[in-house]
């Protein structure tokens, strides 16, 4: 305060070169910004001593606009909040360090926008950083209207840098503006609402913000104010006379469109940019695809049937999305022409809480979802493959929602598609969709000399799972891992008929009470053999065993025989080698995408000699096969088959060889190509692949 009380030239100068003095000796680090302030606070040019540029009756307008904007941003944002903590609860506060690491670097590196669309994410981030940045400008820029003069950095280098910065961003916003309309308006990009309002009136308000606020910049440049490092405001400055009203009129421009943007984001879509590093936050660190157990005997409702039964992390998801459309550019179930899209599995959270908000906070009864909101030929043609989650920049959990209302259909009301009345019966009386009897079950692998854990205790148990038990392309599979293990001198047996069905294909078709019977089942078996460790062929019973068991209190290292038999090689235990010379490999979802298994099948592929060939989508962007999330024992009735997609990118590689590593996998690929009348392609586990 002392500061304010010199009048004199020579004192206020004093007080000036002393406070320097100790900035550069004491806070060297923070002195061009400290600097910069105390030249507008001591400069006589500058703020007190200076005019104020807006009028008393221009400052009672400004509190009033400002007293409505802040009532309409908060007043929606609250309706949301409300919401929120009236969801359905889930933990989510457990690692903070991490979950903050993770936000922060996601955000502020905007690795989201970037991963994908290169071109579109580089303008996605310029806007990004330019609304980040912008935020201190219009800071600046509204105290202009009260200081005149007035400039957060003063007249430094560093106030010239920031200052180009702006510009140069500006300029960078106007053409992404540009860019985004042409891309939804004209080009209609694939996965983007057309029409879209919403995006044109944030186009909008982005567009004049900028032009407001360069044309502003121009006006006190032609009114005699240092240019600093403005250059686009000085290259239009010629054009502007000076003119006190023009500068008011654009002030005003500005803030009156940043004030309405700020009202526009909490009842738009673009609500993202509130909710979306909140989200980010709060994201899933448990293992991915993995499913929470229902508590099945506390609870009287199962599921997902009305907005009630969704989580507060369920709804937050809704206000993240950004509407981008990059889950449904991935899902295979919506491009193969079928009535599922991710994007509106999120949105329709979003919609159907706010119609039902005031019901919801009262506690009254609101409309079951299913036949108003989702529909079964959405939910039910959705194969969980994840390729939805691996794209979204948000981390919005699409197969959860899904699942959920699955659950609800299978265990509430008895509704779900005809075929799986049988796969469910089979399960129930033999432990296999198949419905072959139990007790055949590794009868055949006898013959190989195997033993079962029964006759003796080994350091691994080999989980055959059902397509090795019990289908011709899978026990193939199985044979030609019990050679590679022999040839390595692995110490293992299997359970024989004591094995049942892991659960996943159950699971996913919300049958969970099945589920659970079958892993309590299993995991009481392991108890009694003592089992620790567990190899399998089959990505699904790699997920379940690995990531879902231990929910019921088993846990055991799992591997993929993919992942083994890398490190049987790693530890020269095993030698391969093989005829083939080169083929194309397909990522099966539950190894790829939920268990970030893309170099283990590759590497030894290519240990052994074989060239491997990247199909059109491959490695997080793999297209499913279609056999995933039960839909294997489903009819494909809607659209084109996913198999038949997926084997028209096998035949535009030209290569007559193709691997996988999931016997389901091998199944539907074998299956397409058939179909199309293909016979000289060999479709083999990479297991198969050796002499």
């Known amino acids: ?55 008393q009756t221009e400052i009672a307008l400004f509190i009033f606009f400002l007293s409505i904007a802040l009532y309409a941003f908060f007043e929606p944002f609250l309706l949301k909040l409300k919401l929120l903590l009236k969801g359905k609860r889930i933990d989510r506060f457990d690692r903070i360090g991490e979950r903050l690491a993770g936000a922060i670097f996601r955000v502020f590196a905007q690795k989201c926008s970037l991963e994908e669309r290169l071109f579109t994410g580089i303008m996605h981030t310029a806007i990004f950083w330019g609304f980040v940045l912008f935020l201190l400008v219009t800071t600046n820029h509204l105290i202009e209207g009260f ?136 994201r899933n660190l448990e293992p991915f695809g993995a499913l929470k157990p229902l ?114 259909e299978v265990l509430m009301e008895g509704r779900f598609p005809s075929e799986l009345t049988q796969a469910f019966k089979n399960v129930e009386t033999n432990y296999n969709p198949w419905g072959i009897g139990f007790q055949n079950r590794g009868e055949w692998i006898k013959e190989l000399g195997v033993p079962t854990a029964s006759e003796k205790e080994t350091e691994y148990l080999l989980f055959v799972g059902c397509a090795g038990s019990f289908e011709e392309n899978g026990q193939k599979i199985i044979i030609s891992l019990i050679n590679l293990l022999k040839k390595a001198n692995v110490d293992f047996s299997i359970l024989g008929k004591e094995e049942k069905c892991c659960g996943d294909p159950v699971r996913r078709a919300g049958n969970e009470y099945l589920f659970q019977s079958l892993a309590l089942e299993n995991i009481e078996t392991f108890k009694k053999y003592n089992v620790k ?58 190894l790829g995408r939920h268990n970030d298994k893309y170099d283990e099948p590759r590497r030894i592929l290519t240990i052994s000699g074989i060239k491997v060939k990247e199909l059109r989508h491959s490695k997080v962007h793999s297209l499913c096969c279609g056999a995933g999330g039960a839909l294997f024992w489903t009819e494909e009735k809607i659209g084109k088959r996913i198999n038949h997609m997926r084997a028209d990118e096998v035949i535009s590689s030209k290569e007559k060889n193709l691997f996988t590593a999931c016997p389901f996998c091998k199944i539907m690929l074998r299956d397409a190509l058939k179909d199309k009348g293909i016979e000289d392609v060999i479709v083999m586990d990479i297991s198969e692949a050796f002499l």
């Open 1 to 55: 305060m002392h500061c304010f009380s010199i009048t004199t030239k020579d004192g206020r100068r004093s007080l000036y070169m002393n406070l320097h003095k100790k900035l550069d000796t004491t806070f060297s680090g923070l002195s061009f910004f400290l600097k910069g302030t105390c030249d507008n606070i001591l400069n006589l040019k500058f703020l007190i001593w200076r005019k104020n540029m807006l009028s």
């Open 147 to 282: 200081l005149r003069g007035f400039f957060i950095f003063g007249n430094t280098k560093l106030g010239w840098i920031f200052t180009f910065l702006i510009d140069m961003l500006a300029f960078w916003i106007i053409l992404s503006c540009v860019y985004f309309f042409l891309r939804r308006f004209v080009f209609h990009a694939s996965g983007l609402t057309v029409p879209s309002p919403e995006s044109a009136t944030v186009l909008g308000f982005l567009f004049t913000a900028m032009i407001t606020f360069i044309i502003y910049e121009a006006l006190k440049i032609s009114a005699g104010e240092p240019v600093r490092g403005a250059f686009l405001a000085g290259i239009i400055s010629p054009l502007f006379k000076p003119s006190e009203s023009l500068l008011h009129l654009f002030w005003w421009a500005h803030i009156l469109t940043i004030m309405g943007f700020g009202v526009y984001i909490p009842r738009s879509k673009h609500m993202h940019l509130l909710a979306g590093p909140i989200n980010l936050f709060f």
């Open 295 to 408: 508590d099945l005997e506390n609870s009287e409702r199962f599921g997902i049937s009305t907005i009630e039964d969704f989580s507060w992390k369920d709804l937050l998801d809704s206000f993240a999305c950004a509407e981008c459309g990059r889950c449904d550019d991935f899902c295979p179930a919506l491009n193969s022409g079928k009535p599922l899209s991710p994007k509106e599995i999120i949105v329709k959270v979003k919609k159907e809480f706010l119609k039902d908000a005031d019901k919801f906070l009262k506690n009254e009864k609101v409309e079951p979802l299913m036949g108003k909101a989702y529909f079964s030929d959405e939910i039910w043609t959705c194969t969980t493959c994840g390729a939805c989650e691996v794209t979204c920049p948000m981390k919005n959990e699409h197969i959860p929602k899904i699942i959920g209302l699955r659950q609800s």
């Open 533 to 590: 460790k567990i190899i399998t062929v089959c990505p699904h019973g790699y997920h379940t065993l690995k990531n879902e068991y231990p929910a019921f209190g088993f846990k055991a290292e799992v591997y993929h025989h993919t992942e083994f038999i890398e490190r049987l090689l790693d530890e020269g235990k095993l030698s391969l080698t093989s005829k083939f010379e080169s083929g194309a490999f397909h990522d099966p979802c539950y």
